[in-house]
């Protein structure tokens, strides 16, 4: 056995960086577990909306997302960036997550207080439910951004299977059988409350248990300014966002009451479980590690992504239009009729988002956050000023005014990315083309109703899901070789990944 030399580790020393021990062959499972997360949200969340929407009214579910909004918006602020830096920083210890977490935990206690004082004591309590919703709001904060940076950690270790079963276990435990229960027991909006509550908690606990190799008491004042390096931008980013979608539904709500909130944010999360289902097995996966990739290659392949979201989020985008009017009062039931409309003429939001989300973490990836929160800011300023304009017009109103607004911000990040990057703007239009091509090809198997000619929505999303299907083939054949590139690129990243995690293994075992 050869003598250790001064950079090889003792035999008995813990592995010097994250990804520790047990998670040390994750990353190839990565993939198969992402795509499952994806179908488990897909088939969950659903579930939840159909069992909870028969028991509980529109109202209900509005002043549970206004709450929700609160907590999601505030909770952005209070991480302050570091999860983001969590999954991004080129090198990172246990330290690195210990001062993580404690970072995370001080700043949601500050934000609760500061919510507590600025609702109770600035705006004045009401004596109604929205007091004891903004109570839970300030009780959950803190929790609630460890939550964020324990998904981050998870992400960055690839232990994409933990995050899959936490979700299921907390959607399953909390959102489904104990808001079931207690609505059914009259506890009406904090039926939803406490199976938030304990959805939360449970991944929560879940994952704190399965990094507990990467947990340490001894926080790093070094970490910590590393953590949060360019926090404003990538905070200010974030919130600006994260408030364009979430912080509708407080406006929303106090313009057009609960019930139009909640038709609202229903709208909106099918939109989100779609997008988990299509755009987060490759937002969770491809991006974050091309951030640990160096080279020029990394706008080009974006684009290629973005191809992919096209060709995937635009025809499922035609057949929830087509769908919808059957779809809705089927599975949710009678009361949410009003959806309908909003729903068909903001599904096209499905592709906006899903784009401007790769965009979005492929700005991180390279570190041009600072042109990214400008034009966050603007985005949120100009669907909060469509908002305002629609609003006395009704939620289809809303939903029209949200699009348009989506099309010019999605216009405005392209031009922000050609700025930052090498990639000229018709190229990433290009790249959308051919999910155009088969988002058309779908549509144009509705022609017959342009002649008063109607087979039933069943037969119409038949035909389109025909032609899309066909159309998809085709581009697939033409641009297989282009195609490819994204499925290489996640191969080879993983391999690499793996790689890396195995050295301090590798390493004691030569020793």
Same mark, same amino acid.
């Given at each position: 056995?050869?003598?250790?030399?001064?950079?090889?580790?003792?035999?008995?020393?813990?592995?010097?960086?994250?990804?520790?021990?047990?998670?040390?062959?994750?990353?190839?499972?990565?993939?198969?577990?992402?795509?499952?997360?994806?179908?488990?949200?897909?088939?969950?969340?659903?579930?939840?909306?159909?069992?909870?929407?028969?028991?509980?009214?529109?109202?209900?579910?509005?002043?549970?997302?206004?709450?929700?909004?609160?907590?999601?918006?505030?909770?952005?602020?209070?991480?302050?960036?570091?999860?983001?830096?969590?999954?991004?920083?080129?090198?990172?210890?246990?330290?690195?997550?210990?001062?993580?977490?404690?970072?995370?935990?001080?700043?949601?206690?500050?934000?609760?207080?500061?919510?507590?004082?600025?609702?109770?004591?600035?705006?004045?309590?009401?004596?109604?439910?929205?007091?004891? *919703?903004?109570?839970?709001?300030?009780?959950?904060?803190?929790?609630?951004?460890?939550?964020?940076?324990?998904?981050?950690?998870?992400?960055?270790?690839?232990?994409?299977?933990?995050?899959?079963?936490?979700?299921?276990?907390?959607?399953?435990?909390?959102?489904?059988?104990?808001?079931?229960?207690?609505?059914?027991?009259?506890?009406?909006?904090?039926?939803?409350?406490?199976?938030?509550?304990?959805?939360?908690?449970?991944?929560?606990?879940?994952?704190?248990?399965?990094?507990?190799?990467?947990?340490?008491?001894?926080?790093?004042?070094?970490?910590?300014?590393?953590?949060?390096?360019?926090?404003?931008?990538?905070?200010?980013?974030?919130?600006?966002?994260?408030?364009?979608?979430?912080?509708?539904?407080?406006?929303?709500?106090?313009?057009?009451?609960?019930?139009?909130?909640?038709?609202?944010?229903?709208?909106?999360?099918?939109?989100?479980?779609?997008?988990?289902?299509?755009?987060?097995?490759?937002?969770?996966?491809?991006?974050?590690?091309?951030?640990?990739?160096?080279?020029?290659? *990394?706008?080009?392949?974006?684009?290629?992504?973005?191809?992919?979201?096209?060709?995937?989020?635009?025809?499922?985008?035609?057949?929830?239009?087509?769908?919808?009017?059957?779809?809705?009062?089927?599975?949710?039931?009678?009361?949410?009729?009003?959806?309908?409309?909003?729903?068909? *003429?903001?599904?096209?939001?499905?592709?906006?988002?899903? /784009?401007?989300?790769?965009?979005?973490?492929?700005?991180?990836?390279?570190?041009?956050?600072?042109?990214?929160?400008?034009?966050?800011?603007?985005?949120?300023?100009?669907?909060?000023?469509?908002?305002?304009?629609?609003?006395?017009?009704?939620?289809?109103?809303?939903?029209?005014?949200?699009?348009?607004?989506? /099309?010019?911000?999605?216009?405005?990040?392209?031009?922000?990315?050609?700025?930052?990057?090498?990639?000229?703007?018709?190229?990433?239009?290009?790249?959308?083309?051919?999910?155009?091509?088969?988002?058309?090809?779908?549509?144009?198997?509705?022609?017959?109703?342009?002649?008063?000619?109607?087979?039933?929505?069943?037969?119409?999303?038949?035909? /389109?899901?025909?032609?899309?299907?066909?159309?998809?083939? *085709?581009?697939?054949?033409?641009?297989?070789?282009?195609?490819?590139?994204?499925?290489?690129?996640?191969?080879?990243?993983?391999?690499?990944?793996?790689?890396?995690?195995?050295?301090?293994?590798?390493?004691?075992?030569?020793?």
């Amino acid at each position: 056995m050869s003598a250790l030399s001064p950079n090889t580790p003792a035999p008995d020393a813990p592995p010097p960086r994250i990804p520790g021990r047990r998670g040390a062959s994750r990353p190839v499972r990565a993939v198969p577990w992402t795509i499952a997360n994806a179908v488990f949200q897909l088939l969950s969340k659903f579930g939840v909306l159909i069992v909870l929407s028969r028991v509980l009214s529109a109202a209900e579910f509005g002043l549970f997302y206004i709450g929700l909004a609160i907590v999601v918006v505030i909770g952005t602020v209070a991480q302050m960036g570091i999860a983001t830096n969590v999954v991004f920083l080129p090198e990172a210890t246990r330290r690195t997550v210990a001062s993580a977490l404690w970072l995370g935990f001080g700043s949601g206690l500050v934000w609760a207080g500061l919510t507590w004082f600025g609702y109770f004591h600035l705006y004045g309590a009401t004596g109604g439910t929205m007091d004891g *919703i903004m109570l839970a709001v300030v009780a959950y904060l803190p929790f609630h951004v460890i939550f964020l940076v324990l998904d981050a950690v998870s992400r960055r270790m690839f232990r994409f299977r933990e995050l899959a079963v936490s979700d299921l276990v907390g959607t399953m435990l909390g959102s489904l059988l104990v808001a079931y229960v207690l609505a059914l027991l009259g506890w009406s909006v904090w039926a939803l409350v406490a199976g938030q509550a304990v959805y939360g908690l449970i991944r929560m606990g879940f994952l704190l248990w399965t990094n507990r190799d990467m947990l340490s008491p001894r926080p790093s004042l070094a970490d910590a300014r590393r953590l949060t390096r360019g926090g404003l931008a990538i905070t200010v980013s974030e919130v600006a966002n994260i408030a364009s979608v979430y912080g509708t539904r407080p406006l929303i709500g106090a313009y057009l009451g609960p019930a139009a909130a909640g038709l609202w944010a229903r709208y909106y999360q099918i939109i989100v479980v779609q997008l988990c289902a299509l755009v987060d097995p490759i937002d969770r996966l491809v991006l974050p590690a091309l951030a640990r990739r160096e080279g020029d290659g *990394i706008t080009a392949r974006v684009v290629a992504l973005i191809e992919v979201i096209s060709l995937l989020t635009l025809p499922a985008a035609l057949v929830t239009i087509v769908i919808s009017p059957v779809a809705i009062p089927l599975a949710f039931g009678p009361g949410w009729e009003r959806l309908i409309e909003p729903m068909q *003429i903001g599904a096209i939001a499905l592709f906006l988002r899903g /784009v401007d989300k790769v965009l979005l973490s492929a700005t991180r990836s390279t570190g041009r956050m600072g042109a990214r929160a400008v034009a966050q800011v603007v985005q949120f300023l100009l669907i909060f000023g469509a908002l305002l304009i629609a609003m006395p017009y009704g939620l289809p109103a809303v939903a029209a005014g949200f699009v348009a607004t989506q /099309v010019v911000c999605l216009g405005l990040m392209i031009a922000v990315w050609q700025v930052s990057s090498s990639i000229s703007a018709v190229l990433v239009l290009r790249a959308m083309g051919p999910g155009a091509f088969v988002g058309a090809s779908g549509a144009l198997a509705l022609t017959p109703m342009l002649f008063g000619v109607d087979f039933g929505p069943l037969a119409q999303t038949a035909a /389109v899901l025909i032609g899309s299907a066909t159309a998809f083939l *085709i581009v697939l054949i033409r641009r297989r070789r282009m195609l490819s590139t994204p499925v290489n690129d996640l191969i080879d990243l993983l391999k690499h990944a793996l790689a890396t995690s195995l050295k301090p293994r590798l390493a004691r075992t030569e020793g």
